[in-house]
């Protein structure tokens, strides 16, 4: 079964104006990574955060993570039309060794 | 730099053919290999893991196969395609990057499997 929960499953936004996504999971884990994909592509790594950490900063992104909650945020500030594409989180189950369980994403669209 | 290949990058093919998709990774050793598949719209359901050359883990069962003849070599098979084994199938890597193991996956670009 899949292991993380994306919200909201789809997202319109003006370009300027800041996207947020949210990811939910089941089982503790040893870190969360966010991914991006364009369409008909393969995935690329955006940011990871461990479970000690809270938040993490990567140029325009901020990724928090509450484990009390298994969950997990995405911001994309100052959104662009590039960055239309579909963001998934991908989580690293304690005990699974590097074996990454994705949601089913959050598609963005950037209108500019 | 480590790279990844995946072939073919799309193919047509009806029911009850087999099927042979290939990923390679260069500029790494022993790295751990993934076959994911990925229906429209939808996330990636993971496939099968592997840790080495024969260590192969398979995730769901599923009428799919994969092999691991050489440390950089992962290939997925089937004897007899369904309807059901369309989609769109992502190979990955992971392991050491400059000296690091960071947990972060590289993808290949993906091979569309249609299955008529």
């Given at each position: 079964s899949q292991q993380g929960e994306e919200d909201p499953q789809a997202l319109s936004i003006q370009e300027g104006e800041n996207a947020t996504m949210n990811c939910s999971y089941k089982t503790s884990i040893n870190n969360l990574q966010w991914y991006r994909q364009n369409s008909g592509r393969g995935l690329v790594h955006l940011i990871l955060i461990r479970s000690n950490e809270r938040e993490k900063h990567s140029g325009r992104l901020r990724v928090t993570l509450d484990t009390s909650k298994k969950s997990s945020s995405l911001l994309i500030t100052a959104?662009?039309?590039?960055?239309t594409a579909s963001y998934f989180c991908a989580t690293d189950a304690i005990?699974?060794?590097?074996k990454l369980i994705f949601g089913q994403g959050t598609t963005l669209q950037v209108k500019p | 730099s480590q790279t990844i290949h995946q072939w073919p990058a799309t193919l047509v093919q009806p029911v009850g053919s087999p099927l042979s998709l290939e990923c390679t990774v260069e500029g790494t050793s022993n790295p751990n290999l993934y076959w994911y598949r990925q229906a429209a719209g939808r996330g990636l359901q993971l496939l099968f893991y592997s840790i080495?050359?024969?260590?192969i883990s398979s995730e769901v069962p599923q009428n799919l196969s994969a092999s691991r003849p050489q440390d950089r070599q992962f290939i997925l098979s089937s004897k007899k395609l369904l309807l059901s084994d369309s989609g769109f199938y992502l190979c990955a890597w992971s392991g050491l990057l400059q000296g690091l193991n960071t947990g972060e996956l590289f993808f290949g670009e993906g091979s569309r499997l249609t299955v008529l």
């Open positions: 959104s662009r039309a590039a960055d005990g699974n060794t590097g | 080495g050359i024969d260590q």
